[in-house]
């Protein structure tokens, strides 16, 4: 097996598994550098225990997951304050974002997305206070109704444009290989310097279920080398950070999906 | 109970419970006054039979479902051709065209792309001394890897404006809602005389099959009349035609399908 240098865990792939702490030793057994955690797996312990655990562990962390639901939470802004603080505390490199669906019995997508920049507006001086970049995650559009507005990453470097300095964007293959705009996208991302995070998990056909099964890399259709290809001739060689919402995958052992993971990115990605 | 002038009823509607015959008496019934027939549909009849039957209930043709699967099929250029004869003899307005996802094993969207392209390239003179239009459906990126590699409307309006006359868009509300180029793309397609038919079905949340969990207008979160004026704005004003692939709406009566499909059409489209 190839190392895993050049790879972080996202603690959701094996969330149904380990704990924190169980995670972080799983991973820096096998030589992974960099994890991904999620604020439920921080709150069970407390941020500033939770970055003892890590950094014991001798890793480092690339995004926080995650901030955002600027349209449906109305304490957001407060929350997204907090993640920042808790974002900070862990040393991560940026928060993620998911920035909210349509609210409950919405059909006005403008009007979502109007929110979601006035969201983003209103917590990113906070957010360059903490020197911790807000990173927007586009989403597929299959997540438009419940997840978040804002699906293609030309949306996304949009936003960006508007709001300035201390705000960019996650590249998640399983969001974004589909968009015709991709290539010239992701070359206006690095043009930008938006490029906060490159996330890999791979499109199953058929797709069982909208949320929980992404695929392993090298189980789908995404074609990985070319997507890391375009991420990197726009100047991000950051790590590659593996994200596995599956049923499938939470139903194994821990230690054997981490083990693929590294497999899979060395074979594929 | 307001009338059904304005909506048609795409026939895989009520696939599961009516054959050819059947639907068109019971859509004439209800006062419909266009149908969209699948090829299967006609197939089992032949397609001159099918034109009396569609005609002998005094119903008109908005499309015919459908050509494409360029990508995937050995034999698409043929089978495009035949698809043209069958809608010329029942005097469809339109050809629709899925035009195929990924070939089994491929990762390379870029080649399905120009295959796509190159198919188009290869019917068209086909259709044009036919006169029936080809209408390229863009489908939802959940559905590039298995049916359609044309995803944004945006995509679909750049490869007609290579391909010159005889070529356009189907517009449907579950493919196109989530866009954030939306708005613009449809004042485009207008503007460009590319606009052949306006399709309806809602996205529900959650949606629990990928193919076949559309919803009934009303049901889930698209705004139709934002939809429908965007539409008209860019000058079509022919037939809504609603097209649901439901498990669950194929387990109900036809008649009553079809009667929700006018209640709903006039409530909400």
Known sequence: MAGAKGLSINLATVRQQFDLQQACEACAR?????VAPWR???????????????????LRVTGL??????TTDPNAIDD?????????TIGADHLVLVVGGLPAGSRDLAAARQKVAEGLAAVLPYARAAK????IEPLHPMYAPDRAVINTLAQALDLCSALGEGVGVVLDTYHLWWDPELLPQIARAGRDKRILAHHISDFLVPTRD??????MMGDGVIDFK??????????????????????????????????TCIERFNAFC
């Open 30 to 34: 096998q030589g992974i550098e960099w």
């Open 40 to 58: 439920d797996q921080l709150a069970k312990v407390g941020a500033a225990e939770a970055a003892r655990i890590i950094a014991g562990s001798g």
């Open 65 to 70: 997951c995650r901030g955002g639901m600027f």
């Open 80 to 88: 997204n304050r907090r993640a920042i603080d808790e974002a900070a």
């Open 132 to 135: 911790i970049p807000l990173a």
């Open 210 to 215: 909208l949320l929980n099964d992404r695929g």
């Open 226 to 259: 070319g997507f890391r290809h375009a991420v990197e001739a726009a100047g991000f060689t950051g790590p590659q950070e593996v994200e596995l919402f599956s049923h499938d995958w939470w139903g194994k052992p821990g230690d054997q999906v981490i083990a």
